[in-house]
């Protein structure tokens, strides 16, 4: 993956390539109910919306209980509603049920909030569509065009050439180089945005990428990548007190991290994970920052390298990057990884310190950075501090409203209570719970303690943002919702 700040491609108008894009939304090949000549009924097609390549889930270990699933949505809504009060006092809470993983009705919503995207968005009303009308550079929008096939080909959402997909990630993309005209655009963006966009529609999408290049990963896609190389450093100097047995052999065979971990690294595992494993890990990146993309990185490293036994079939550089290519699926497993990854007792303290001595190193054998990036945050506690956001910013705004028929009895009692209105206004002493400022017009007052059955079916059809036309709704897919 590389930086494509130097690469100008021909010139192009934005209404040349949208027209591009739509010619193809148009014909069989382009429209989403036919994928590559096959009709969508022979196609066989997981929960997260894959209809087959590496990713596809066979859905043996990813099965949580309804019951247990909805208990979860109910506290991540109650969260949700109260998010600064969340984040100030019970922040471990949090943290927490990030690690047991968010609910997928709601991991689009919940990875906005811990992100900051969400206020952001907020604090720059009519930006994205400011930017989202605007024509772009034209170096840049035939290298994105170029990439947009290539991002997750068998995704249901992106199989489609010209498809609502694609074009939800072109906007995103162009957007984001004219927010960063300075940066540009680089390879390693598209599938983060294409993660993003499975899970939110574009404008919050671009508001979470804007946060992940920004707070999460500065300086990764910059011209040069200098970040990611001290990254690197910083990874190969963590994996000498992690393993020092994989720290040797890579020594050894002078293999550079650059070789192995600049996809990782840039691409948040997206790409090489199992898919329950990438989203698993997102939701603890959202809220721990780049630690977790490093203790991912050093436990595959320590389960690939980390015993003589393994070792003894790649004595070589070649033979160690193809082992590093080709990581044993038991390793990447959901469940195996995630309890690996929250035991390493890795820090960002740890990272900070290694950092800064890599910075030393850097500085006495090429000079000065060239790009000179924000500093880094580490999870959203350290993002909402740096920026406090407001009530207002925090605020849930569905765009969708169901309005419910009233039945004649809630007319009854629609009129009893206007009858009791008089009396209410002179009771001095009003013993009613305050409302919830927070509450979505279309969601109950969910209490997660004694939720009734009634209104735990409501937990089911929670409230999705407004996607494209084609957006999957279903509450099974990972999906827009």
């Not at 390539?17 to 148009?26: G, I």
């Not at 209410?424 to 059955?453: I, R």
């Amino acid at each position: 993956l590389s930086n494509n700040n130097n690469t100008a491609g021909p010139r192009l108008s934005q209404r040349g390539t949208v027209e591009s894009l739509a010619e193809h939304e148009n014909s069989s090949l382009g429209s989403d109910s036919e994928l590559n000549g096959f009709a969508n009924t022979e196609i066989q097609t997981d929960k997260y919306g894959f209809i087959g390549g590496a990713q596809q889930s066979t859905g043996e270990h990813d099965n949580i209980p309804p019951d247990v699933l909805r208990q979860r949505e109910a506290k991540w809504l109650d969260m949700l509603t109260s998010w600064d009060k969340w984040m100030a006092k019970k922040h471990k809470k949090v943290k927490l049920r990030c690690q047991k993983g968010i609910p997928p009705s709601l991991r689009g919503r919940a990875w906005l909030y811990l992100s900051g995207g969400k206020v952001k968005k907020e604090q720059n009303q009519g930006k994205f569509q400011e930017l989202d009308s605007q024509p772009g550079d034209p170096k840049w929008l035939d290298v994105i065009e170029k990439d947009l096939h290539r991002q997750f080909p068998f995704h249901e959402m992106f199989v489609a050439r010209g498809g609502h997909g694609q074009q939800d990630l072109f906007r995103v993309l162009k957007a984001y180089t004219l927010h960063r005209p300075e940066e540009g655009y680089c390879q390693a963006q598209a599938p983060i945005a294409a993660v993003l966009l499975m899970h939110m529609p574009a404008e919050d999408a671009f508001w979470g990428l804007v946060q992940i290049c920004e707070k999460y990963l500065p300086g990764y896609y910059s011209a040069g990548l200098e970040a990611i190389q001290l990254d690197g450093e910083i990874l190969f100097a963590l994996l000498k007190r992690v393993s020092p047995v994989a720290h040797r052999h890579l020594k050894k065979y002078k293999i550079d991290p650059i070789l192995y971990m600049t996809e990782w690294f840039m691409c948040a595992f997206s790409r090489t994970l199992p898919w329950v494993s990438v989203l698993r890990m997102w939701d603890m990146f959202f809220c721990e920052g780049v630690k977790i993309i490093f203790r991912v990185g050093l436990v595959l490293l320590k389960c690939m390298l980390g015993s003589q036994e393994k070792l003894k079939a790649c004595q070589g550089q070649y033979e160690t990057m193809e082992l590093l290519r080709s990581i044993e699926p038991r390793y990447m497993q959901e469940a195996f990884l995630v309890q690996e990854v929250i035991e390493l007792a890795v820090s960002e303290r740890d990272i900070e310190k290694e950092h800064l001595s890599q910075l030393r190193r850097w500085k006495e054998t090429h000079g000065e950075l060239h790009c000179k990036s924000p500093p880094r945050m580490h999870g959203a506690k350290a993002i909402m501090a740096a920026e406090p956001p407001s009530r207002q910013d925090l605020k849930q705004n569905p765009t969708i409203v169901v309005e419910v028929p009233q039945t004649s009895e809630s007319k009854m009692e629609k009129g009893k209570k206007a009858k009791s209105k008089v009396e209410k206004k002179t009771d001095t002493k009003n013993t009613s719970p305050p409302l919830n400022p927070y509450l979505l017009p279309s969601d109950p007052a969910l209490q997660s303690d004694n939720l009734a059955p009634s209104e735990s079916q409501h937990l089911q059809e929670d409230t999705p943002p407004q996607g494209s036309n084609q957006s999957l709704s279903s509450s099974e897919h990972d999906t827009y919702l």
